[in-house]
């Protein structure tokens, strides 16, 4: 009796990991247009020292972005098997992966947002420097 109940406990578990994993992949969904936007507004401003600098971020981040992408597909095919009752074996690995995704997933969308300010911010100042001229 108790098996039978551990076994439920686990599959709950294990559905709201891939769940949550499957909220990731819509998160950098969203990053991927947020990026493209941000990629075409840079493209369109001049390009001045502190800018470069920001260009750069997203470079990064979209190197990043593309990785973890990848890494949490993968994931989410880890998972798959043991949702579907196939008694697979699995170990901790599973929790630690889950939590580097987590981590990272975090660290891309907030450097993405700092960058997202920084670019509006010097948007803004540039408009406010045209329109004084």
Not at 3 to 17: I, K, P, V
Not at 65 to 87: C, N, R, S
Not at 114 to 126: A, I, L, Y
Request: charged share 30%; net charge negative.
């Amino acid at each position: 009796m108790t098996t039978a109940f551990e076994d439920s406990e686990l599959n709950t578990e294990l559905q709201e990991l891939y769940l949550e994993a499957k909220q990731w992949i819509a998160d950098l969904d969203f990053l991927d247009s947020e990026l493209a936007f941000l990629n075409k507004l840079t493209g369109n401003m001049t390009v001045h020292a502190a800018q470069k600098h920001e260009v750069e971020k997203l470079n990064g981040i979209e190197k990043a972005y593309l990785g973890l992408k990848e890494e949490m597909h993968a994931y989410l095919h880890k998972l798959e098997p043991l949702i579907a009752q196939k008694k697979e074996n699995f170990n901790i690995d599973l929790i630690e992966t889950y939590t580097h995704l987590k981590w990272r997933l975090d660290e891309v969308l907030h450097s993405c947002q700092t960058v997202k300010n920084s670019v509006f911010d010097h948007s803004k100042h540039g408009l406010a420097d045209e329109n004084a001229s």
